[in-house]
């Protein structure tokens, strides 16, 4: 696949300005090393690119570097807006890796994404050492499911690298959080926690912009807090921050269908035009091609299409 064809089928930021000129001034721009990312009226998508041997749906199929490259591409030329790059499964019970063998399995493939395509790269570790080495083979965005908490030297990595920065909420760590997650009121308590970690990393050095919040969908959550949450991203969104949702192929689909990973595409096209509905910025998703036809279609619905006669 020619660098020139990932590169031609992507529009370009000044394009995507020029179609946002009638965005609203509460609009988000998250500034990356690899361009600005106005977040407003067309809600964004970070293609997953998981090169793990045991993730629940692309677990195996991505392990070799050359395939996880090649796959990125294809997420980019379906419509990414940003390529999440993780080397560790964060599945239920999932074995921790160690951090060679996490970066031995993503700079590969975030140095071969960056000579190649034009969007930011982000890259989920909440290791600062992973994240470290990864941002100076070219990722942006860090992807930090652990908002802040698992590694200490995460906050100040981002401060002075000055890079953008996911904060995920979660109940517990991988190994424990599907025991028995527990809330009193699970929508304001993620609320409190992602309120409280945003100033945390305000404190800790790192820009107002460049912090985006997550609820994570099925972290130490039940089907119904899982739906409570989607429920309530309006309170989320209100926190003043882009808010990043990750609803794909998730296994409350799975209950609420009664199917596999591999035959909830649909119940995740679902979830993605709900977030959008519920004020999401930006949504993280395996199909990319499938959610891109869909949340173009509901941003219309949303915000109609700007400079269309009406
Ligand atoms: C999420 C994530 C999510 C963010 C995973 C999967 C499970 N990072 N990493 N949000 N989920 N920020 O790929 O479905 O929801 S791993």
Known sequence: MSEAKVHRAMPSASDIDQGLQTASAADHVIKTRYGTMRLGRRTLLMGIINVTPDSFYDGGKRFDPAKALADGIGLVEAGA???????????????????????QRVLPVVQGLRRTVKIPISIDTYKARVARAALAAGADIVNDISALRFDPEMAALLATEKVPVVLM????????????????????????????????????GLERDHIILDPGIGFGKT?????????????????????LVGASRKAFIGKILGVEPEDRLEGSLAAAVAAVFGGAHIIRVHDVKETWRAVRVADAIRFGIPGAQR
Not at 224 to 240: E, K, M, Y
């Open 81 to 103: 807006d940003i390529i999440d790059v993780g080397g560790e499964s964060t599945r239920p019970g999932a074995p921790p890796v160690s951090v060679e063998e996490e970066l």
């Open 223 to 243: 089907l119904d807090h899982n739906l409570t949450l989607l429920r309530g991203l309006p309170a989320l969104a209100s926190l003043g921050h882009p808010l």
């Open 169 to 204: 909420h979660m109940q517990g760590t991988p190994q424990t959080m599907q025991a028995e997650p527990r809330y009193n009121n699970v929508l304001r308590e993620v609320q409190d926690f992602l309120e409280a970690r945003a100033i945390f990393a305000l404190e800790a």
